[in-house]
Nanobody, 124 residues
Framework: SVELRESGGGAAQAGGSLRLSCATS????????LAWFRHSPDNERERVAS????????FYLYSVEGRFTISQDNTKTTLYLQMNALKPDDTAVYYC?????????????????WGPGTQVTVAS
């Protein structure tokens, strides 16, 4: 199994920045892809960004492209989401997610493991 734990959420002003971290542990060698999802009261849970550790391929939601960056540290035990130029619409609970089997991180139904989530609130 894989354990995930997010940190780094909080409050920011519009235009500001936050960096989320996700510590991974357990059978991390089994991870096929990692992703950040977010969920707000007005929206379904959506994939914000994902990365395939084997080759570093990344994906971004169109509304965060150019503002957010997903990455891993050199040991591939920590996942990051650098969020710049934040907007009030980015307000949500952000979840770290891991897929060990299947076809990718494209939707919540594909995810095998979730972190508990961290709140991000962006004020206008």
């Amino acid at each position: 199994s894989v354990e995930l734990r997010e940190s780094g959420g909080g409050a920011a002003q519009a235009g500001g920045s936050l960096r989320l971290s996700c510590a991974t542990s357990g059978d991390i060698g089994d991870i096929y892809c990692l992703a950040w999802f977010r969920h707000s009261p007005d929206n379904e849970r959506e994939r914000v960004a994902s990365i395939y550790p084997a080759d570093g391929t990344t994906f971004y939601l169109y509304s965060v492209e150019g503002r957010f960056t997903i990455s891993q540290d050199n040991t591939k035990t920590t996942l990051y989401l650098q969020m710049n130029a934040l907007k009030p619409d980015d307000t949500a609970v952000y979840y770290c997610a891991a897929v060990v089997e299947g076809f990718g991180c494209s939707d919540a139904e594909s995810v095998d493991y979730w972190g508990p989530g961290t709140q991000v609130t962006v004020a206008s």
